[in-house]
């Protein structure tokens, strides 16, 4: 094509509207900028160079055989590379008409150079081609660093901001405490979130967004993508830095104590759930606007970007889940359970098959680990062999731990009951070979049980304690003792059941009608062993022979209640109950057992002993004093009667 013709057009076309320039620029209060002026003069000379390689590459299209390299391809590079001399990254972004311009220079070289590439050519054609490339390689060149400049600086202006994401993470972990445990907090929508980039300007976003789409459309797109991948994954993990999380090896982990293990997780609980709530929806919403044109590019970006940070957390949790376990541990891996499984939706919309795999399989082995710890509860309670008996028939510490235990286990029980069905092994399914859980009240119309898995473990658990206390009971040699001491752990057991509605509900009110059942029988037995006995001595055997009373006979009978009563009431000021409903309960069950026999008993054959000395010796208690003395019983305090008596 020859152009030298339309060259005086072109300069007749270009004169006018510098002039209306330099006229508009008159007629305002400043001065002529003239600088301003050859910038627009030289797009309008850029603007026609395009006009004529468009017009040319649309002659060309299917042109197999190109003779000779246009006038106007070869200007088109003269301005370029003129361009690219004075072009650094401080002018890049200051006038958009510019940077627009520069852009579409380079997508028509790199049309140019497809569509030569694509024609048969004479050898002239390799020189241009060559000059063509290089071009447009330091054209890249010059855009990589100034889209590397404006991703940086973030990093640089990140430092700003750092206390305002430390306070929103302060925020997250109180509001998430003060939640219920059921249902999980949920995570924002991504959609939602509001566009606001944390160290970018709308400008900077602009303008990398510009850089990016140029870049992948001429087939930089790999260049591009490393750049945006690596400097966004520096500042990703300097935030978690920032917000308290660092890497930890498996090593560090099996040779932390407890203590520092629990800070940890509880940090990599927060911070995992403010990366998923905060950091990932702001990145991928970065993301979309920086490759605005190009979806797929964005959602392949933000997925790796995801799951190069999520790998950090996960690596920890699968730490976690191979180190030593024990049953204070168990709350603490379930924590980390369930924010695995509130993040899992976010997860897979992430689109990494890789990254959703290994966040199941690190869930999995926390539920796994979680099914093992509970159910290590059920062995402690076998290899509780202690024959030592419990001072006073106090509540057991066995009996204390295995139900604040399950108390606490009640708290997660939605979470419990999801884990043991999706995770328990079955060598650990003994079901099989229980037999006392309430099935009714699961019982589905065809009369088959309705059970979880969690509840026939949580049952096995509650009958092992049981048969564990009967055990240890008979380490007393006091009957009576022995009932003390099933009373006290029994009433603390379903104390602490009623407590809960969960645990309530979970034993079912047949369990509960059961247990309140053995309470009174233990409450019987207690009575039969101690105060049956006691009154015995109050009976009229031998007492009346042909109608008179045997003073002799009625002496011993006052003996032996006096010493009865005092041996008991020595024993049993030292017994403890702790429950004081149940303290209320035993006193006025013995007083309505006691005071009416003896007062029956002191008025009728008082009047036979002779009053004076005789009667102090024998009559040692009214049934005032045998009530105030009961009223002092089960506190655990030997010294009751000898300051009562004073």
């Excluded at 206390?163 to 925020?171: D, E, Q, V």
């Excluded at 101690?530 to 009154?535: D, E, K, M, P």
């Amino acid at each position: 094509m020859d152009n030298s013709n339309n060259q005086p057009e072109n300069a007749e076309a270009i004169a006018p509207n510098e002039q209306d320039v330099i006229s508009d620029s008159q007629s305002g209060e400043s001065e002529p900028n003239f600088e301003d002026a050859s910038s627009v003069s030289e797009m309008l000379t850029i603007s026609q160079a395009l006009d004529d390689v468009d017009r040319f590459l649309d002659s060309s299209n299917g042109n197999h055989n190109l003779s000779e390299i246009p006038m106007c391809v070869e200007t088109l590079l003269e301005m370029v590379e003129k361009k690219m001399g004075d072009y650094d990254s401080d002018k890049f972004g200051h006038n958009s008409d510019e940077d627009s311009s520069f852009l579409d220079c380079l997508t028509r070289i790199s049309k140019w150079i497809n569509v030569s590439n694509q024609s048969v050519h004479p050898p002239a054609f390799s020189a241009s081609l060559n000059r063509a490339s290089g071009i447009l390689h330091l054209a890249m060149s010059l855009l990589d660093n100034e889209f590397r400049s404006i991703l940086d600086s973030c990093n640089r202006n990140s430092n700003n901001i750092n206390n305002k994401k430390a306070s929103m993470l302060a925020s997250f972990s109180l509001h998430y405490q003060d939640c219920d445990r059921n249902p999980p907090p949920e995570l924002p929508d991504p959609n939602q979130v509001e566009e606001s980039f944390p160290g970018y300007s709308q400008e900077s976003i602009s303008n990398m967004s510009k850089i990016a789409n140029a870049m992948v459309l001429l087939g930089y797109e790999k260049e591009c993508c490393m750049a945006y991948s690596m400097i966004r994954r520096i500042y990703l993990n300097a935030e978690l830095e920032k917000l308290g999380y660092s890497n930890i090896s498996i090593e560090d982990v099996q040779k932390m104590n407890w203590d520092t293990l629990e800070s940890e997780i509880a940090a990599w609980n927060d911070v995992l759930k403010h990366s998923y709530a905060v950091l990932f929806p702001t990145e991928q919403s970065l993301c979309e606007s920086v490759f605005s044109e190009f979806p797929s590019v964005s959602k392949r970006l933000f997925s790796d970007l995801a799951q190069a940070v999520t790998v950090r957390f996960l690596n920890f949790a699968e730490a976690v889940a191979l180190s030593k376990r024990s049953g204070e541990k168990l709350f603490k891996f379930l924590d980390m359970y369930e924010t695995l499984r509130d993040i899992i939706p976010a997860v897979y919309k992430t689109d990494s098959d890789e990254l959703k795999s290994e966040t199941s399989s690190a869930k999995n082995r926390l539920g796994e680990a979680a099914v093992s710890i509970f159910c290590d509860l059920e062995n402690s309670i076998r290899r509780d062999h202690s024959k030592t008996p419990v001072p006073s028939g106090a509540v057991h510490p066995l009996t204390r731990y295995t139900m604040n235990y399950l108390k606490y286990a009640c708290e997660y029980k939605n979470t419990l009951e999801q884990v043991f069905l999706q995770h328990q092994k079955p060598e650990d399914d003994k079901s099989n070979s229980y037999d006392t859980l309430e099935v009714e009240k699961g019982a589905n119309e065809d009369g088959t049980q309705k059970i979880s898995p969690f509840s026939i473990q949580w049952s096995r658990v509650m009958d092992l304690l049981d048969k564990n206390l009967e055990i240890k009971s008979n380490l007393y040699r006091d009957p009576a003792l022995r009932y003390m001491f099933l009373m006290n752990n029994g009433r603390y057991i379903l104390k602490k059941i009623k407590e809960s509605v969960e645990i309530n509900e979970m034993m079912g009110a047949t369990w509960c009608r059961k247990r309140s059942t053995d309470l009174r029988q233990y409450h019987k037995g207690y009575t039969r062993e101690t105060w049956s006995r006691l009154l015995q001595c109050l009976n009229h055997e031998g007492l009346l022979v042909n109608g008179k009373v045997v003073k002799p006979v009625l002496k011993e009978k006052f003996k032996m209640f006096n010493a009865m009563f005092d041996e008991i009431h020595k024993n049993q000021s030292t017994w403890v109950v702790c429950d004081e409903q149940l303290q209320l309960e035993l006193r006025v069950s013995v007083s309505a057992i006691v005071i009416p026999a003896y007062r029956a008993f002191l008025g009728r054959f008082q009047q036979h002993l002779t009053s004076g000395r005789q009667m102090e010796k024998y009559i040692k208690y009214q049934s005032e004093d045998l009530e105030n003395l009961i009223d002092v019983l089960f506190n655990g305090n030997p010294n009751s009667m000898a300051k009562r008596r004073t």
